[in-house]
């Protein structure tokens, strides 16, 4: 398994601001993933980051709002951009642990509470 | 495409009964299926997972989940309910798509224990 911290733990911002959070893993790998879990709702995927290349968005996520940096294989960063209310949300990070096959499992860092007012 | 829905957003059960929670999953071939908990305030735990081995799969803390293809579902169970299982469950649904795979969550269903 693989062990992932995230920074901050949670913020309290204002409108119009911006915050970036950490994902640092204590392994080597080569995707990870953003996620994005809104009071009450379930998860639902920002976006895919591996080092190396762009970050591949899903539907609904756009690279002006959520920047993505991945530097190396063990760091990844998101920003969330110009943020409104609506982006209050809790923010996670994961890593496949090891291999690529459908059946690998994810693993979760602890998340990053954000309440914007 | 893959999905999956879980038949309950809540689920109260008293301490040392059993538990269902039910997840059916569409996908177009042979998927694999995962149960993540999520504690309050707390990051996400896998429970287990099925991957095209034993339908019936056991996870941590006395939890299984059997993997019937008949009916598409993907259940989880435990014997006897403790208070420390109230929590959130997810039922997650793999895809893999663009290389890599990715994850489809349910939407959740919240378990209360009761004394």
């Known amino acids: 398994s693989a062990v992932i911290s995230q920074k901050p733990s949670r913020d309290i911002c204002q409108r119009g601001t911006s915050l970036t959070i950490q994902c640092q893993v204590d392994s080597q790998v080569t995707m990870m993933f953003w996620y994005r879990q809104q009071p009450g709702q379930s998860l639902t995927l920002i976006a895919t980051a591996n080092q190396g290349s762009e970050a591949t968005y899903e539907s609904g996520f756009v690279i002006d709002k959520f920047p993505i940096s991945r530097p190396n294989l063990t760091f990844s960063t998101l920003t969330v951009s110009n943020m409104s209310p609506e982006d209050s949300s809790i923010y996670l990070c994961?890593?496949?642990?090891?291999?690529?096959?459908?059946?690998?499992?994810?693993?979760f860092g602890p998340g990053t509470r954000l309440l914007v007012l | 495409a893959q999905s999956v829905t879980q038949l309950d957003s809540h689920v109260s059960v008293s301490e040392g009964t059993p538990v269902l929670l039910r997840c059916n999953y569409s996908?177009?071939?042979?998927?694999?299926l995962f149960w993540y908990v999520q504690h309050p305030n707390k990051g996400l735990q896998l429970l287990l997972k099925?991957?095209?081995?034993?339908?019936l799969v056991k996870g941590i803390n006395g939890f299984e989940a059997e993997f019937k293809k008949s009916e598409t579902s993907f259940h989880l169970t435990k014997p006897s309910a403790h208070m420390s299982d109230a929590a959130e469950y997810f039922c997650?649904?793999?895809?893999?798509?663009?290389?890599?795979?990715?994850?489809?969550f349910g939407a959740g269903t919240r378990l209360a224990v009761h004394p």
């Open positions: 997650v649904v793999t895809t893999f798509s663009g290389g890599y795979n990715k994850l489809i």
């Open positions: 099925y991957t095209s081995a034993a339908t």
């Open positions: 996908s177009s071939y042979s998927p694999s």
């Open positions: 994961s890593v496949v642990g090891g291999g690529r096959g459908i059946g690998e499992t994810q693993y």
